[in-house]
């Protein structure tokens, strides 16, 4: 199995259950690993052959852009559905980080897996 990876992908949101973080947009750092077979990329070096990381970065910008949740772990579960679901990737990670959340910590969230690690 190979694995394309997407590292820091910063986007601003509204994320949080207290009254003044459904009022603000607050910064969400994304690290994605994705299951994909690169062999084929690789020996042709086509775009097309690929699994376009360009293309799952602007349409997650697009969605947690404009997306509006209470708990990260919703949103990390609508990222990964995106990911699944649009990209044809048959298992994927994604590390979300709610940035200065908590005082005196880099950071809090969740790291989810979903679908089949291939073998």
């Given at each position: 199995m190979d694995i394309?990876?997407?590292r820091e992908l910063r986007i601003e949101t509204i994320v949080?259950?207290?009254d003044w973080?459904?009022?603000i947009r607050q910064p969400v750092v994304l690290d994605i690993e994705m299951a994909a077979d690169?062999?084929?990329?690789a020996a042709t070096d086509r775009i097309e052959d690929a699994l376009d990381y360009h293309a799952v970065s602007e349409r997650l910008r697009e969605f947690v852009g404009t997306a509006s949740f209470r708990l990260v772990e919703t949103l990390a579960e609508g990222c990964a559905?995106?990911?699944?679901g649009e990209f044809g990737v048959?298992?994927?990670r994604i590390r979300?980080?709610?940035?200065?959340?908590i005082e005196h910590a880099a950071g809090v969230g969740v790291v989810i897996e979903r679908g089949r690690r291939p073998d």
């Open positions: 394309v990876f997407l949080g259950v207290y973080e459904r009022e690169t062999a084929r990329a559905g995106i990911v699944l048959p298992w994927v979300l980080n709610k940035v200065d959340a």
